[in-house]
DNA sequence: TTGTATGCGTTATCAG
DNA sequence: CTGATAACGCATACAA
């Protein structure tokens, strides 16, 4: 076996004539090594071409290097979302090059949430966790602090946390598309949201309700689970009601699609009837007729800079929040000038 | 801290009057240990409620617990697919409930796919990987192999493997999409593959062919890289050329989608104009207008039997090949019976 | 049937 | 100031 046969550190000493303590002093840097010594060891190592074993390693400073990232969406939703593809992606970006391992984890049905985390915190198989979708009153901001584990969180929780942030302001994605459609003339509009329970949901919808208010539009506002599903029942129930919105801003692709869809089954032509915007600028939108117009967010580069932070946090570096560039509204076809009169019912134009 | 203060091996060892040795063998079974040496170890074990330690398991008996998944595509595929959430959901299933756990490497621009395979198994990160989207000679097998790891491979591969293979026959699926438009009326159909170089993509385009030829259909293949881009660029060529099919058979939902936005775009009606079908049945394919016809796979199903799968090569089992249940295809309204007579340019229909 | 020694890298403790 | 030693936690080959 090619493992069995690597050089240890006690090969390196021998070779060196010292003792293991030694060469550990000698190859982390540590001070109490007299020059001799040290190039002698450092010779030995590099002549044996010893590496650490990370699992001696991984007991002695009982850490594990590596980094969790729990999932608590269903597939459905996730499979809809481009986020976390492009977020691992960035994390990968840096987690390779540091010698740290991305562990991922599901809530499957049956193991509740804290129990995953406790999992993962059990014999330390992750140094940190990486929190996204972050929910009202977050009750894992104090389980993962209480398991002794590290932590990132995505956006500021809106409780007390010991742990850095990365936040991107979606509320301004929200806003650009709010403007966009009272630039177009706009005045009765609707946003369908995601779950009140999470953060980032909540905090698009507040900003669509105040810049809203801020262009004098009546505005409305329909709450979702986020689901396909959702979007197409909460369209269908503007589309169908007595004052129908003549633009509907959603808060992700995915319910934008279905609404779309929606839309074109009551006999709308979009954006001539209606105009739409969704968010998170998925790929698939620039190809759907009309292509969409979406709020989009650098998911890549949002990963990468979390992972850094949790890399720092490990380090002992003390808790910071960091902002990201704000999302630009990619406007492509889904939008377009108001329609002169409101329409009265489905299918009637004007 | 509360890792500090764990009972350890020595702890119940004093505790039962044994030496660690023998605790050991007691805790794991072995022969070798009277049954009441083994009654009392097994007490104090319990009372001082011991648990071993992951870290210093896994030093000993060489093993990480820990198995890998490396995504080779771009962010942007992956975020289309809606394979891999399901998949790994399927995964998490049985690695959550035997003390393994999944490790996700993404394959970053400027480290390549073997020096990832490589990073993973120095030091042994994981125990064993598994192997997607297999390729024609994939190189993987060979790398995985020397590198002395384990492996199961989705489907099975074109050359020689030691590993286990789980296999779902996508053929069946494209076999059922085609009779179905046999059974619709056409006969001039195209089929928009993925690479040549992927196994499961090849094996599509060839069910395809088979399919239509059996059914005295004329069939063209289209081949792209599965992204929605090369999906839609291989609609548009397929609709402007001289004899334009009546259906198209994609190779995935994304492409489907994408063409579905060119044909509309192209002045044609789905499915009166010109009928199509996905392949993985995404969710958001029931919420188009019209609503997707779809080859349907239990990517769930795929990931649980998956992970049993390298669960018993792990234990030592040999290698064996699973098969699992047909696709089926879903009947949604993106198909429909074949225009009278074909068209001859677009846009004017019969 | 049971005890002992060894392996793995780090670090607290002790000796020169 | 430099360096050696032992302990950490588990499994296991070997000795008794």
Redesign the pocket.
């Known amino acids: 076996m090619a493992e069995?046969s690597?050089?240890?550190?006690?090969?390196?000493?021998r070779r060196a004539?010292?003792?293991?303590?030694?060469?550990?002093?000698?190859?982390?840097g540590?001070?109490?090594?007299?020059?001799?010594?040290?190039e002698r060891i450092l010779a030995a190592a590099r002549e044996l071409g010893?590496?650490?074993?990370?699992?001696?390693?991984s007991?002695?400073?009982g850490r594990s290097f590596a980094c969790g990232l729990v999932i608590g969406r269903s597939p459905d939703v996730i499979a809809a979302d481009p986020f976390f593809p492009s977020f691992i992606a960035g994390l990968e970006d840096v987690f390779s090059t540091s010698g740290l391992v991305l562990v991922l984890a599901a809530v499957t049905p049956g193991r509740h949430e804290e129990q995953t985390y406790r999992d993962l915190a059990h014999d330390k198989r992750v140094d940190g966790v990486i929190l996204t979708d972050l929910r009202v009153g977050d009750p894992r901001i104090g389980i993962v602090d209480g398991l002794g584990l590290s932590a990132v969180t995505l956006g500021v929780p809106d409780v007390d946390s010991p742990f850095s942030s990365v936040s991107v302001d979606d509320g301004a994605g929200i806003r650009h598309a709010v403007d966009h459609l009272a630039d177009l003339g706009h005045g009765e509009i609707a946003h369908v949201a995601g779950p009140e329970t999470m953060l980032h949901a909540a905090r698009r919808a507040q900003a669509f309700a105040e810049t809203a208010r801020a262009h004098g539009m009546r505005a409305r506002i329909m709450t979702t689970d986020f689901s396909a599903a959702e979007g197409a029942a909460a369209t269908r129930a503007l589309l169908e009601g007595d004052e129908p919105p003549t633009a509907i801003v959603y808060s992700n692709d995915h319910m934008a699609v279905a609404g779309l869809g929606i839309a074109q089954r009551l006999g709308l032509t979009v954006p001539r009837d209606l105009s739409i915007t969704g968010f998170d600028d998925t790929d698939l939108g620039r190809h759907l007729h009309p292509a969409l117009t979406s709020v989009a967010t650098d998911a890549r580069a949002w990963g990468a800079v979390a992972a850094q932070t949790i890399l720092e946090a490990l380090a002992g570096t003390p808790a910071k929040h960091l902002d990201l560039d704000e999302p630009t509204l990619v406007i492509r076809e889904s939008t377009g000038a108001a329609p002169r009169r409101p329409r009265r019912s489905r299918g009637s134009t004007a």
Do not use: C, E, H, Y
């Not at 690597?6 to 000493?13: F, K």
């Not at 293991?20 to 982390?28: E, I, W």
């Open positions: 069995a690597r050089p240890t550190i006690a090969d390196v000493a004539g010292v003792s293991k303590g030694l060469v550990s002093f000698a190859l982390n540590k001070p109490g090594v007299s020059p001799a010594s040290r010893w590496t650490p074993s990370m699992r001696a390693r007991l002695s400073v």
